[in-house]
């Protein structure tokens, strides 16, 4: 492709920007997770991540991973306008991943959420991070979200959102709900949590990830 073809359809983010500030997570086990923005030349590790939960229907895994899939790669080959993409790390192990899209400075798109380790909250506090990354890092004042998942309804949008009528949210399909700046800073206290800085010798560990074999997954 021409370079002057390229510069066409590239895209990136044309609305101010600020990297999501670090912050340490304490999950149920004791275990501390690092939460931080992820960078572009991390996303073939990534997608290696995400490629064995695109046959995995429970929980509706396969439809999140291969829309997740799309999202990252989308960001990385500059297809996708004003994404984020945020990793949770373990002990130098991914343990999560989330992304939203900014329509423009004042709404933005929650996309998706997965975790990895199952069974410690790592999906809870990911979704809470890129939100947090919305409205307190970014500055919107709504966020629109949608589910495809019955735990993705029961356990996140039942408990952070309202139903915003006669507006379609980019992923098609179910009904839109909206986090509004007043809904934010309402939940916050129940769901947004975290610390800052991260230590030094955590911040280090986790600057790079190892992908952790997914145990719970069924093996074919």
């Keep these: 492709m021409s ?4 510069s066409i359809l590239a895209v ?6 600020k990297e999501y500030p670090p ?6 086990s004791g275990e501390r997770m690092v939460i931080r923005e992820a960078r572009r030349e991390e996303v073939p590790k990534l997608l290696q991540a ?3 939960l695109l046959t995995v229907e429970k929980d509706f895994y396969d439809i999140v991973a291969a829309r997740l899939y799309g999202e990252v790669l989308g960001w990385y080959r500059h297809r996708a306008r004003n994404e984020f993409v945020l990793v949770g790390i373990v002990d130098g192990k991914l343990a999560g991943i989330s992304n939203n899209r900014a329509v423009d400075q004042k709404t933005h798109v929650s ?31 709504e966020i629109l979200v949608t589910a495809e998942s019955p735990i993705g309804f029961r356990r996140l949008i039942s408990q952070w959102c309202e139903p915003r009528p006669g507006v379609q949210h980019e992923l098609g399909g179910a009904k839109t709900w909206v986090i509004t700046r007043d809904i934010y800073k309402k939940v916050k206290p129940q769901q947004v949590f ?13 600057a790079t990830f190892e992908i952790a074999p997914l145990d719970w997954v069924p093996r074919k």
């Design 3 to 6: 370079e002057d073809v390229e």
């Design 12 to 17: 990136d983010w044309d609305i101010p920007w």
């Design 23 to 28: 912050k340490l997570v304490l999950l149920p």
């Design 50 to 52: 995400i490629r064995p």
């Design 111 to 141: 996309l998706h959420t997965i975790a990895l380790k199952r069974g410690a909250r790592a999906g809870a506090h990911m979704f809470a991070a890129k939100q947090e990354n919305s409205m307190e890092n970014l500055g919107a004042e």
């Design 194 to 206: 975290g610390s800052r800085p991260v230590p030094d010798d955590l911040l280090k560990r986790s």
